[in-house]
């Protein structure tokens, strides 16, 4: 456009203004005459309340602060949150960013536009799936792929290939580069959810955006105020977070537990001692505390208690400190350096740990009790469970928890712990320890030069094997053959030797009540082909060292160490918690440990008088 024309344009745009007034405008008589509004329209909204999670992004993204999360009297699961989205339409502009960005896809806009009301407060609305005037209006505008604000893909984060990671127990995940580990915290959306799901309540979204500022420093000074253990939890964490990361519903949720990993690869460990002295000591106690057991309860008590200013004494049985972390997860998924780590932050505190020391034949209970102002129990479940059918007593047939120990002894250099190596294997369990015993076996397999010939069977279903699916596809991926939804019958022997696993159908493994009550097919019966049988169907406990007198005032419901919510039993001196109390996981044990340290250091100054 020339400049003649611009200035043609701007001089005679008064005289266009002035031969539109007598123009007749468009005009709807409103309320008496309704006019339907385009397909896309943005109108009031409808939300799905079966299927928001009270996540608040909607929320967060409004640029006119129209929305406010509002308490609602419902009931959830953990993973949800009991409010709603309420939204302001005197602030609204309709831009549908809060449509758009929503992670469940609960919230939508609908074709109804108009809302006549004397009352103000009626423009504040909690919508649910009515709408506003609660006659379930046709939608507008929903979120499409042109729309889409939330990034519903992992970083894709570098591993070995399977032929390749089975040659050997290297640490097969190789972890986030840096760039990688901001643009996974950058899919974030500060929701919170995690942190409920979180058994030690993790302030997860704080680490995650100290990673997105890249300061390394603040976000492991955020991960040591809840847990003493994050080398091992970056590792081999059940990540109930995960499961319910607001951007799951709709995508792959944010790989928590690889940030925390990534987080502390990042520094070493003289500094994040530092990070953990710094940590904020609530009481500055002086009491004497014993634990028995070095494992994740015991170990995340210590620290804990240190911080609290108490002097702590581990007692572990074994040679080194970590009992199932150490003993039981296989090389490849938790290095030793990474434990070690761990422990080494712990121990600065000043926690003494004294291994090969077993409290019940090295020293009793009552001993510590006289020698100490109080005794915490983190004992693990290291007794296998055995399926009892027959044959399992015979001399083929091992257990699974003293295989992985004995593995883990020979790769650490002790040549008089090394197993034998079948030339087939059946393992019966389809848990993480079946998995990780059919993983390391395989390995060992390579290792000798033999092929790969490990099979896996178990009651449940392919779909409801309880291992994490990661363990199952890497598992196959490694040559591992999977026989789902057969129960054993008997092992079968040859000569003298075990030659298979003779199998039954399994049609179902709980009943309607959802008790484990598993039926079985007796007519579909097959053999399963092998030479070493390795039952893992489950961990028990020992209490071995505890006498009797100890046994008599302390309830056990199932076999597990009956606790308050300060990790208290029945004898108030003595605490418990871990695997003993809520069952084999590293994270419980965490937060078992940090609630017991709580519990005791009131136990101290209020019985002890410290």
Same mark, same amino acid.
């Given at each position: 456009?020339?400049?003649? !024309?611009?200035?043609?344009?701007?001089?005679?745009? %008064?005289?266009?203004?002035?031969?539109?007034?007598?123009?007749?405008?468009?005009?709807?008589?409103?309320?008496?005459?309704?006019? $339907?509004?385009?397909?896309?329209?943005?109108?009031?909204?409808?939300?799905?309340?079966?299927?928001?999670?009270?996540?608040?992004?909607?929320?967060?993204?409004?640029?006119?602060?129209?929305?406010?999360?509002?308490?609602?009297?419902?009931?959830?699961?953990?993973?949800?949150?009991?409010?709603?989205?309420?939204?302001?339409?005197?602030?609204?502009?309709?831009?549908?960013?809060?449509?758009?960005?929503?992670?469940?896809?609960?919230?939508?806009?609908?074709?109804?536009?108009?809302?006549?009301?004397?009352? %103000?407060?009626?423009?504040?609305?909690?919508?649910?799936?009515?709408?506003?005037?609660?006659?379930?209006?046709?939608?507008?505008?929903?979120?499409?792929?042109?729309?889409?604000?939330?990034?519903?893909?992992?970083? $894709?984060?570098?591993?070995?290939?399977?032929?390749?990671?089975?040659?050997?127990?290297?640490?097969? *995940?190789?972890?986030?580069?840096?760039?990688?580990?901001?643009?996974?915290?950058?899919?974030? *959306?500060?929701?919170?959810?995690?942190?409920?799901?979180?058994?030690?309540?993790?302030?997860?979204?704080?680490?995650?955006?100290?990673?997105?500022?890249?300061?390394?420093?603040?976000?492991?000074?955020?991960?040591?105020?809840?847990?003493?253990?994050?080398?091992?939890?970056?590792?081999?964490?059940?990540?109930?977070?995960?499961?319910?990361?607001?951007?799951?519903?709709?995508?792959?949720?944010?790989?928590?537990?690889?940030?925390?990993?990534?987080?502390?690869?990042?520094?070493?460990?003289?500094?994040?001692?530092?990070?953990?002295?710094?940590?904020?000591?609530?009481?500055?106690?002086?009491?004497?505390? #014993?634990?028995?057991?070095?494992?994740? /309860?015991?170990?995340?008590?210590?620290?804990?208690?240190?911080?609290?200013?108490?002097?702590?004494?581990?007692?572990?049985?074994?040679?080194?400190?970590?009992?199932?972390?150490?003993?039981?997860?296989?090389?490849?998924?938790?290095?030793?350096?990474?434990?070690?780590?761990?422990?080494?932050?712990?121990?600065?505190?000043?926690?003494?740990?004294?291994?090969?020391?077993?409290?019940?034949?090295?020293?009793?209970?009552?001993?510590?009790?006289?020698?100490?102002? /109080?005794?915490?129990?983190?004992?693990?479940?290291?007794?296998?469970?055995?399926?009892?059918?027959?044959?399992? !007593?015979?001399?083929?047939?091992?257990?699974?928890? %003293?295989?992985?120990?004995?593995?883990?002894?020979?790769?650490?250099?002790?040549?008089?712990?090394?197993?034998?190596?079948?030339?087939?294997?059946? *393992?019966?369990?389809?848990?993480?320890?079946?998995?990780?015993?059919?993983?390391?076996?395989?390995?060992?397999?390579?290792?000798?030069?033999?092929?790969? !010939?490990?099979?896996?069977?178990?009651?449940?279903?392919?779909?409801?094997?309880?291992?994490?699916?990661?363990?199952?596809?890497?598992?196959?991926?490694?040559?591992?053959?999977?026989?789902?939804?057969?129960?054993?019958?008997?092992?079968?022997?040859?000569?003298?030797?075990?030659?298979?696993?003779?199998?039954? #159908?399994?049609?179902?493994?709980?009943?309607?009540?959802?008790?484990?009550?598993?039926?079985?097919?007796?007519?579909?019966?097959?053999?399963?082909?092998?030479?070493?049988?390795?039952?893992?169907?489950?961990?028990?406990?020992?209490?071995?060292?505890?006498?009797?007198?100890?046994?008599?005032?302390?309830?056990?419901?199932?076999?597990?160490?009956?606790?308050?919510?300060?990790?208290?039993?029945?004898?108030?001196?003595?605490?418990?918690?871990?695997?003993?109390?809520?069952?084999?996981?590293?994270?419980?044990?965490? /937060?078992?440990?940090?609630?017991?340290?709580?519990?005791?250091?009131?136990?101290?100054?209020?019985?002890?008088?410290?």
């Amino acid at each position: 456009m020339s400049v003649y !024309d611009g200035f043609k344009k701007t001089f005679w745009g %008064p005289t266009v203004a002035w031969k539109r007034l007598f123009t007749k405008p468009v005009t709807i008589k409103v309320p008496r005459v309704y006019r $339907e509004a385009a397909e896309r329209y943005r109108g009031f909204h409808v939300n799905d309340w079966d299927k928001c999670s009270g996540c608040g992004t909607c929320a967060k993204i409004c640029p006119t602060e129209a929305i406010k999360m509002a308490p609602v009297d419902i009931t959830v699961d953990i993973g949800k949150k009991a409010q709603r989205p309420a939204i302001d339409y005197g602030r609204c502009s309709f831009c549908g960013m809060c449509v758009d960005i929503c992670t469940t896809g609960s919230l939508n806009m609908t074709r109804e536009y108009i809302h006549i009301s004397e009352d %103000p407060d009626s423009f504040f609305f909690l919508p649910d799936e009515t709408g506003i005037h609660h006659d379930t209006p046709p939608i507008g505008y929903s979120r499409d792929e042109n729309s889409e604000l939330l990034d519903l893909e992992r970083v $894709e984060m570098e591993e070995l290939p399977g032929v390749e990671r089975v040659q050997s127990f290297i640490e097969f *995940v190789k972890g986030f580069s840096r760039e990688q580990a901001i643009a996974e915290a950058a899919r974030c *959306v500060d929701c919170e959810l995690c942190i409920d799901a979180c058994p030690a309540k993790m302030d997860i979204p704080r680490y995650i955006e100290s990673i997105f500022k890249n300061d390394i420093k603040e976000g492991v000074e955020w991960i040591y105020r809840t847990n003493p253990l994050p080398s091992v939890c970056g590792r081999v964490c059940t990540h109930k977070c995960e499961t319910v990361c607001s951007i799951g519903n709709r995508g792959e949720p944010v790989a928590i537990r690889w940030l925390k990993r990534y987080l502390m690869d990042q520094e070493e460990t003289e500094d994040v001692i530092k990070y953990a002295k710094k940590q904020e000591i609530v009481k500055k106690g002086s009491g004497r505390v #014993a634990i028995v057991g070095g494992g994740p /309860a015991g170990l995340s008590a210590a620290y804990y208690l240190s911080l609290m200013g108490h002097s702590v004494t581990v007692y572990e049985s074994k040679e080194h400190a970590g009992g199932v972390m150490r003993y039981g997860i296989p090389r490849y998924r938790l290095p030793d350096e990474a434990l070690d780590a761990d422990i080494k932050v712990i121990e600065a505190l000043g926690v003494k740990i004294e291994c090969g020391k077993t409290v019940g034949r090295d020293i009793t209970i009552e001993h510590l009790h006289e020698k100490f102002d /109080a005794v915490f129990l983190g004992t693990g479940f290291m007794k296998g469970r055995s399926t009892g059918v027959k044959g399992a !007593d015979s001399e083929g047939v091992l257990m699974a928890m %003293p295989l992985l120990e004995s593995i883990r002894d020979y790769l650490r250099g002790d040549s008089s712990k090394k197993p034998e190596v079948p030339e087939s294997l059946v *393992v019966i369990g389809g848990g993480n320890v079946a998995m990780d015993v059919a993983r390391s076996v395989a390995r060992l397999q390579k290792m000798e030069g033999m092929p790969v !010939d490990v099979k896996v069977t178990c009651l449940e279903s392919s779909d409801e094997m309880p291992a994490d699916l990661e363990e199952i596809v890497e598992g196959r991926e490694e040559g591992i053959e999977y026989f789902p939804s057969r129960g054993p019958k008997e092992v079968i022997l040859k000569d003298g030797k075990v030659s298979g696993l003779s199998t039954i #159908a399994c049609t179902a493994v709980f009943d309607g009540d959802g008790r484990f009550n598993p039926r079985f097919d007796e007519s579909d019966e097959s053999m399963i082909e092998g030479r070493m049988i390795v039952e893992a169907i489950g961990q028990a406990p020992d209490y071995d060292y505890l006498p009797e007198s100890i046994r008599e005032k302390v309830q056990f419901i199932r076999g597990r160490i009956l606790v308050n919510e300060k990790g208290q039993t029945d004898l108030p001196w003595l605490f418990a918690g871990g695997d003993i109390v809520n069952g084999p996981d590293i994270i419980h044990g965490v /937060a078992d440990g940090h609630k017991a340290a709580v519990g005791i250091d009131e136990y101290l100054i209020r019985e002890v008088k410290l």
